[in-house]
Structure formats: structure tokens, C-alpha cells
């Protein structure tokens, strides 16, 4: 977190911020930005500074909804969503090393104290007697934001579950507070395998030495990695900037997993990106680059959980006897069904 706040509103101001419309957008959503994240800035409005930055445009969406993923419907105990057949969402901190102007749970972060460990518990044992639940991803806010020895009682108590197969945790602290991932974290990370990170990372500027080496603990921990990048106007709507962000996941053993467009979510609206950008972007992957470095591409739909799309583009037509098929270059190709 950034210590001092005068030095904070200083570079800001230095910087050639509108410090009236700063102030007046946090009273409605509060301004958190780590030190190091702030370090990443090189200049006004450039893509860190969007990210983390309050800005005017944020009070001007007048027509999306608080919740348009309708949690709040699937919350089943405070903080757990249960929504698919197998996995649950265990929430476990209601705080964040930032606040992103792009979050989708824009409408809670930086509002709610720390959620008591108490609270933790109902929702593991919602887990414990729903044996259906074989995966339990934990979010927030961001998990890490708790402490390691809450982290270790936390994973301790979701071990214990013998139909708990994998445990996964969202974080952005590895791009935001990279400092933050110790030996000693890893060390406890790693007794409850099989754990898996999926992290997030919007910009290639946030693949520096301090994040690179804290991936480097965590897969050294042998925690697969994986990244969920959000597609942001004015941040990553661009073919090489999204490439070189994907390709330096990859070097640093992180697996694109989803790449979202941005949720309708109220205050976001100056993010959002069309549907056809995503598949420019997508196509400019897929087959221009290792397929390892393409992720899938989600909307999340309002309140019906996440769907792939892939861009039409790819199938010219479909029927019965065959495809015709279109490949990265936008040659034309056919396969046939099997004959009956
Ligand atoms: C995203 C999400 C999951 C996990 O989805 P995967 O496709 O398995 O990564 C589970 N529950 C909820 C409520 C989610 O939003
Ligand atoms: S770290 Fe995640 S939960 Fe926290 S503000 Fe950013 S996007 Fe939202």
C-alpha cells in the first residue's frame, strides 16, 4: 500500500492530475494503488494509470448495474457463490493491494471491513457438507492480502474436505505488491498441492524483474499458474500489446487462461471494449503465435456464468456433410463428417 498519502497526492498532482475530479470520484469509489504499481506509471494516462487512477468517466455511467453477474443471487452463505455443478467461491478478504477502476466487485471493494475468520468457516463448512464441490476457487478482494499464518489455517481447514480435489486462488499481488510472495508464502502454499494461482495481468509493463521473480517462486513451488486478463479499453485493446503481455506470461511459465471482456458493471463503462475488437485481438493470436499463449475468450454472462466465443470468422458453414473452415490466414479449408 502507498504509506504515505501526501506523497501519493503529490505525484499525482506532479503528474498533471485533475485533483478535484480525483477527490470527487473517490468519495463514490475509493483510490487505492501500491507503491510498486504506482512505480510502473511513466506518464498521465497511459495504461497503469488507468488502471489504478480514479477517473471522472467512472461517474458518468448512468445504465449499468451494481452486480449484473447477479452474485449476490448465488451466494449461498455470506461470501461463498455456488453456481456451477462442481465448484464453489470461497471469499476470504474483503480488502485489495489496489483498487482496480475496472473491478467487477467495484460495488464492495474498499467499503467492508476484513471478513472475520468466523465467517470463513461457515462458508467451509457449506464446502464440507456439499460434496459435490470438488473445486473451490478462493477470491475476494485478494486472498493474500491475509496473513500467511490465516492463509495456512484457511487451506489447512479446505484440506481437510476429502472431496475437495483442487484448490485454486485468485490474486493480483504478484503484479501489484510482488514483494509480497516470500519463501515463507510458498512454503506454505505448496503443503496443500494441488493448488493452482490464476493471476492477473493487463499490461506487459507489469512483467518486470520484481514480478518475474516472484512468478519464478511460485512456479518454483510447483503451482501451475495461471493468468485471467481483462480486455480494457485504453489498456490492452491492441493486437502486439496483447501478444507481448501473452508471450511474457508464457516465458515466465504463466498459462493464459481467460480472457475476459469486460463486465457492464456501473462505473466501468469507459473500459469496455466491442465484441469485434476481442476478436481482432483473438485472431492475432491464435495461429500468429504458440497456441500456449492464446486463452479462451469469456463474456460472463449476467448471472449465467461464463461462455467461450470464438469468432465466427473461423466457420464459413456448417451442415450436415461437412465444414467449411477458415484458417489463421483466412484460407479456405473443408473437412467432412464421417459418412454413415
Ligand atoms: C468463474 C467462476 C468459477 C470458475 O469457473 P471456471 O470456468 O471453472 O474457471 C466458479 N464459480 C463462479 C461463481 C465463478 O464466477
Ligand atoms: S484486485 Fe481484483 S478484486 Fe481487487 S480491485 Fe482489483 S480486480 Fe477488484
Redesign the pocket.
Known sequence: MFQNEENLLDFLERMGADMEEIQQVQRIYPMKISEHFLRLIKEKDDPIWKQCIPSIEELCDVHNAPDPLKEER?TKVAGL?H??PD???IMISSTCPIYCRFCTRKRKVGRERQIPMKQIFIGTDYIREHQEIRDV?ISGGDPLMRTNSEIDIILRELRSITHVEIIRIGTRIPSVVPERITPELVNILKKYHPLYINLHFEHPSEINPSSERALMLLANGGIPLGSQTVLLHGVNDNCEVMKELMQKLVKNRVRPYYLYFCDPVKGVEHFRTSIQKGFEIFRSLQGFTSGLCVPHLIIDSPGGG?VPIIPPEYIICLDEEKAVISNYKGEIYEYSNPKI
Open positions: 448465488d457463490v453456481r456451477y465448484r464453489a467461491v476457487l461464463k
